[in-house]
C-alpha cells in the first residue's frame, strides 16, 4: 500500500465504519483570516433580531447578574477542581478525515486538545511565561478540567469520539435542520449531522466543515451555551455545546499537518469553552465604541477596553482607539481573535465569572455531576435497570436526580410536600439521565421525590433547609 492509500477504520458510537480510500491532501482549501473567527456575535445578533425578549438575557450575561439574588447566596460553596465529560461528534467527508489523517490524526489530535484546554483552565499553559509584566498579576485559574467521556447514554463504552462520513460538504452557520442558528443542522442525524448526547451530562463538540449560505467560511468555532439554547429563544436543548472547524481541533504536531492559518495550538476551543462559561468577547462586540463612548465592553472589570479584535501576534504593548497609554489591550487574552500562539490567559475577573456557572444551581453545574462517565463501564457486572442518585440532602435551592444509565419506564419526576402538594414536576425525556428541581422558592422542611416507573414508584425523603 502506497503513501496515498491506507484503510480507514472508525470506529462509530453503536457500529464500526470500514472505508478504503484515497487519501488526498491537497484538496483543502488555504484558509485566510480576514474575517471573525468565532460566530458567536453573529448568533447573538440573529436571535435577538428574531426574539426581542433576549436582549434583557444577554445584559444580564453581560453584567454578570443572571442568577438571582437568593440563587448566588446559596451557591457559595466551592466545586473541588470538576471534571466535564467531553463527547466530540465528527461528521466530516472522506476527503475531508483523510486530510487529518483518519482515525490516528483524530486520536492524535484529540490527546493534543484535551491537553490544551486543561492547562489553559487551570493556569498550566507553559507559555503563560510570555504573559507581559503589566499583565501576569491577573494570571487567573479557572480550576475545572475536561475528560473524554468512555460511557455512552445506553452504558455501552465509548472512546469519547463517534464518527459520521457525510456527503454533504459542510453545514451553515444558518438555516438547515433545527432551529436553524449556529449550525444546527449539524446537531440532529435527521439533518446529515450527529444527534446531541444528554447535554446535562455531557459537553457535545461538533467537528465540522463550517459553511456561510454553502460558502467557506473563516468561522472556526461557535459556542451554544444554555442561556441560548433555550425554548424561549425558538432553539432546543440539545443544540447546546460547541462547534468547531475541523482544520482548527488539537494542537499542530507536525508542520505538514492541515491547519486552519494561526489556529494550530488548540485555542479555538479553549475561546470557545469561554464562552460556553458565560465569557463574552474582549471587546464586547460593540461595534469599536469604548465605555466612555456609550460602548459595552466585555463586562469584566480587569480586562482593558478594547475597540476591536485583535489578529496575528501584536507587540506588547498594544494601544487602540480605547486605551492609549499603560499596558495597553490584553490582545493575548484567550476572548481575544490573536494567532493560537499567541493566547495566554484568563483574567482573574473572567475566571470569577465562569466559576459562577458551575456553582450549585447554575448552567454548567450538571456537567460536573457525572463523573462516572469518564470512566469505562465494567461490562462484567451486571447494572442495576434504574441505578440513580438523589442528592443533596439536606439541600438548600435544588435537588437532582441523577440516573447512571439509561432510565427503564421512568414516566415523570415529582417533588411534593408534606401536604401532597406537587411543587415540581418533570417529565421523562428520551436521552436524558439528570434531573434538576429549584426548591429556592420554597419552606424549608421536608419533601418527597417521587419517580413514577410503568412498574410502580419509588419515593425519597429530602430535607430542604
Not at 433576549?54 to 447566596?73: H, I, L, N, P, Q
Request: with cysteine; charged share 20%.
Amino acid at each position: 500500500m502506497s503513501i496515498f492509500e491506507q484503510m480507514l477504520t472508525i470506529r462509530s458510537y453503536g457500529k464500526l465504519i470500514v472505508l478504503t480510500g484515497i487519501q488526498i491532501l491537497c484538496l483543502l482549501p488555504s484558509y485566510a483570516q480576514q474575517g471573525p473567527k468565532c460566530g458567536f456575535d453573529r448568533t447573538i445578533s440573529t436571535v435577538m433580531s428574531t426574539h426581542p425578549a433576549f436582549k434583557e438575557t444577554y445584559d444580564k450575561v453581560r453584567s454578570g447578574e443572571r442568577y438571582s439574588e437568593r440563587a448566588a447566596m446559596k451557591t457559595t460553596a466551592s466545586l473541588d477542581n470538576p471534571v466535564i465529560p467531553v463527547v466530540f461528534h465528527i461528521i466530516l467527508t472522506t476527503n475531508q478525515l483523510s486530510s487529518i489523517r483518519n482515525t490516528v490524526g483524530i486520536e492524535q489530535r484529540l490527546d493534543s486538545q484535551l491537553s490544551v484546554i486543561n492547562k489553559d483552565f487551570n493556569a498550566r499553559n507553559a507559555d503563560s511565561v510570555l504573559i507581559p509584566g503589566g499583565f501576569k498579576a491577573l494570571f487567573g485559574n479557572a480550576g475545572v478540567s475536561f475528560g473524554l467521556a468512555h460511557t455512552a447514554p445506553d452504558g455501552s463504552p465509548t472512546p469519547g469520539y463517534e464518527v459520521r462520513i457525510t456527503n454533504l460538504p459542510g453545514f451553515d452557520i444558518e438555516g438547515g435542520y433545527g432551529s436553524g442558528f449556529g449550525f444546527s443542522g449539524a446537531k440532529y442525524t435527521a439533518g446529515g449531522g450527529a444527534d446531541a448526547w444528554d447535554p446535562e451530562s455531557y459537553l457535545n463538540i461538533w467537528l465540522i466543515n463550517p459553511l456561510d449560505d454553502g460558502k467557506a467560511t473563516n468561522i472556526l468555532g461557535l459556542a451554544i451555551p444554555t442561556y441560548i439554547a433555550a425554548d424561549n429563544n425558538g432553539i432546543g436543548m440539545m443544540e447546546r455545546g460547541i462547534v468547531l472547524h475541523y482544520g482548527a481541533f488539537g494542537k499542530r504536531v507536525s508542520p505538514f499537518d492541515y491547519y486552519v492559518k494561526d489556529s494550530d495550538g488548540g485555542r479555538t476551543l479553549t475561546h470557545e469553552i469561554g464562552h460556553y462559561f458565560d465569557l463574552l468577547h474582549i471587546w464586547g462586540d460593540d461595534n469599536g465604541k469604548c465605555p466612555d463612548t456609550g460602548g459595552e465592553d466585555d463586562g469584566i472589570s480587569d480586562t482593558p477596553p478594547q475597540a476591536y479584535p485583535s489578529s496575528g501576534c501584536s507587540s506588547y504593548p498594544k494601544y487602540d482607539g480605547c486605551v492609549k497609554t499603560g499596558d495597553g489591550i490584553m490582545f493575548m487574552n484567550y476572548m481575544d481573535y490573536s494567532a493560537d500562539r499567541c493566547l495566554l490567559l484568563f483574567t482573574h475577573d473572567q475566571v470569577a465569572k465562569m466559576k459562577g456557572t458551575i456553582q450549585p444551581g447554575a448552567d454548567v453545574y450538571p456537567l460536573t455531576q457525572h463523573p462516572w462517565l469518564l470512566a469505562y463501564p465494567d461490562t462484567t457486572v451486571s447494572v442495576a435497570q434504574n441505578n440513580y442518585t438523589v442528592y443533596p440532602n439536606p439541600s438548600e435551592d435544588r435537588i437532582n436526580v441523577v440516573f447512571r444509565n439509561q432510565p427503564i419506564g421512568l414516566k415523570n419526576i415529582l417533588i411534593t410536600d408534606m401536604a401532597g402538594r406537587v411543587v415540581a414536576a418533570e417529565e421523562y425525556e428520551q436521552q436524558s439521565g439528570f434531573y434538576t428541581f429549584s426548591m429556592a422558592a420554597e419552606q424549608s422542611g421536608l419533601y418527597f421525590v417521587v419517580l413514577n416507573f410503568d412498574s410502580g414508584k419509588q419515593v425519597h425523603k429530602v430535607f430542604v433547609r
